[in-house]
């Protein structure tokens, strides 16, 4: 809310559009406050993005901000005893002196942010991780502080908790937001979307247009293999595929198509030459292929900084999208941060909507790809 004083929650009816993680977080918060919620959902708790999520968490980030958002994050999954903790290793591979030097670069500045991240040595990397092909990694970083969670179930379990603190949870509903601010014609003291790759259309079509651009991400799950136990979350930064265990399999990504995509007809399976693709990789990676149990796509949102877009875009009017891929890994300490900006608290100034006029040209860049400065 704009009011220089906090609103007190039980004078607050918040809509919040989207149950994703980030809406439903938001919710169980807001909820949890005393504010009186009401979260609209166009089809089913986790049915989109989020569920479709990797569920991959770590802190490893060299910027302030966002070392504290995703510590604040990870913390928070842990208290609910959502993750599994798991190691994130990243690499380069021998001559790929970009993504080395990156490494080179980033590593001491996470440190400085008390991450904690060492390098290892490849050879230390393969006598730990003996599932990983090591003979070509030129540098490698560990993030310890890292984990997976079960996107679909956690959020679920997020949604419910928000219920039984007093939201009311609209299923199969689908908003609309007006010039006015109001979500299928009724008014709200704010409104918080949180719709993963529709905001951008819903805040555009009430006259609030946001810097962001949908856009696909695929993901290969193998069959089962005794390699989930002897292969750490990964990112190989040279060939551009992240890789993490789960329940006995390898699930294998992220398949970016650098193409803004409408988010109301978009491919929903993975393309032929992507699942080709991780097939070869797995060649690369762990030294063997693993046949394929299912695939699929999702959709991601980017903005022209690679920063997200969370706080009030308008008087009244919340926004949270543009994670380029992290949003679930983010949800916890993004959703913390809404709550406190709709009661009247501050916005994060990196994450500012309003930074971008909503009508920028900007590239879409995958968003696990190491940053050059």
């Given at each position: 809310m704009?009011?220089t004083?906090?609103a007190?929650?039980?004078?607050?009816d918040?809509?919040?559009?989207?149950?994703?993680v980030?809406?439903?977080?938001t919710?169980?918060k807001?909820?949890r406050r005393?504010a009186?919620v009401?979260?609209?959902?166009?089809d089913g708790?986790a049915?989109?993005s989020?569920?479709?999520?990797?569920?991959?968490?770590?802190?490893?980030?060299a910027?302030a901000?966002?070392?504290?958002?995703?510590?604040d994050a990870?913390?928070?999954?842990r208290?609910?005893?959502?993750?599994t903790?798991l190691p994130?290793v990243?690499?380069?591979?021998?001559?790929d002196?970009?993504n080395a030097?990156a490494?080179?670069e980033?590593v001491p500045r996470?440190?400085e942010?008390?991450?904690?991240?060492?390098?290892?040595?490849?050879?230390?990397?393969?006598?730990?991780?003996?599932?990983?092909r090591?003979?070509?990694?030129e540098?490698a970083?560990?993030?310890h502080?890292a984990?997976?969670v079960?996107?679909?179930?956690?959020?679920?379990?997020t949604?419910?908790f928000?219920v039984s603190a007093?939201?009311e949870?609209?299923t199969?509903?689908?908003?609309t937001?007006?010039?006015?601010?109001?979500?299928?014609g009724?008014?709200?003291?704010a409104v918080v979307v949180?719709?993963?790759a529709?905001t951008?259309r819903?805040?555009?079509?009430?006259?609030?247009?946001?810097?962001?651009?949908p856009?696909?991400?695929q993901?290969?799950?193998?069959?089962?293999?005794?390699?989930?136990?002897v292969?750490?979350?990964l990112?190989d930064?040279?060939e551009?595929?992240?890789?993490r265990p789960?329940d006995g399999?390898?699930?294998v990504g992220d398949?970016?198509v650098?193409e803004?995509h409408?988010?109301t007809?978009?491919?929903?399976s993975a393309?032929?030459?992507f699942?080709?693709d991780?097939?070869e990789y797995?060649?690369?990676?762990?030294g063997q292929s693993?046949?394929?149990r299912?695939?699929?796509?999702?959709?991601?949102?980017?903005?022209?900084?690679?920063d997200?877009?969370v706080?009030?875009?308008?008087?009244?009017?919340y926004?949270?999208?543009?994670?380029q891929?992290h949003?679930?890994?983010l949800?916890?300490?993004?959703?913390?941060r809404?709550t406190?900006?709709?009661?009247g608290?501050?916005?994060?100034?990196?994450?500012?909507?309003?930074?971008?006029?909503?009508?920028?040209a900007f590239?879409?860049v995958e968003?696990m790809?190491?940053p050059?400065?």
């Amino acid at each position: 809310m704009t009011d220089t004083e906090p609103a007190d929650p039980a004078d607050v009816d918040v809509a919040v559009v989207g149950a994703g993680v980030v809406g439903s977080l938001t919710a169980l918060k807001l909820a949890r406050r005393g504010a009186d919620v009401t979260v609209f959902e166009a089809d089913g708790v986790a049915a989109e993005s989020t569920g479709a999520a990797a569920g991959i968490c770590y802190d490893a980030y060299a910027d302030a901000v966002d070392a504290g958002i995703a510590g604040d994050a990870i913390d928070e999954y842990r208290e609910r005893d959502a993750l599994t903790d798991l190691p994130y290793v990243w690499f380069a591979r021998e001559g790929d002196e970009r993504n080395a030097e990156a490494m080179a670069e980033h590593v001491p500045r996470m440190q400085e942010q008390d991450r904690a991240v060492t390098f290892i040595e490849p050879s230390r990397l393969g006598a730990r991780w003996p599932g990983v092909r090591t003979d070509d990694i030129e540098v490698a970083a560990v993030a310890h502080n890292a984990g997976v969670v079960d996107t679909g179930a956690f959020t679920q379990e997020t949604a419910q908790f928000a219920v039984s603190a007093g939201a009311e949870l609209l299923t199969g509903e689908r908003a609309t937001l007006d010039t006015d601010g109001r979500v299928n014609g009724d008014a709200y003291d704010a409104v918080v979307v949180a719709a993963g790759a529709d905001t951008g259309r819903l805040l555009a079509a009430a006259g609030h247009p946001l810097a962001v651009k949908p856009y696909r991400v695929q993901a290969y799950l193998t069959e089962s293999t005794p390699l989930a136990d002897v292969v750490p979350v990964l990112y190989d930064a040279t060939e551009g595929f992240y890789a993490r265990p789960t329940d006995g399999r390898l699930l294998v990504g992220d398949g970016t198509v650098p193409e803004a995509h409408d988010p109301t007809d978009w491919k929903r399976s993975a393309d032929e030459e992507f699942r080709v693709d991780c097939a070869e990789y797995l060649e690369t990676a762990v030294g063997q292929s693993v046949a394929e149990r299912r695939s699929w796509a999702g959709l991601c949102t980017a903005t022209p900084d690679g920063d997200p877009l969370v706080g009030e875009r308008a008087p009244g009017i919340y926004a949270a999208t543009g994670f380029q891929g992290h949003g679930f890994m983010l949800a916890p300490a993004v959703a913390e941060r809404l709550t406190a900006s709709v009661l009247g608290g501050e916005d994060v100034p990196a994450y500012d909507p309003t930074r971008f006029d909503g009508d920028e040209a900007f590239d879409i860049v995958e968003g696990m790809t190491l940053p050059d400065d």
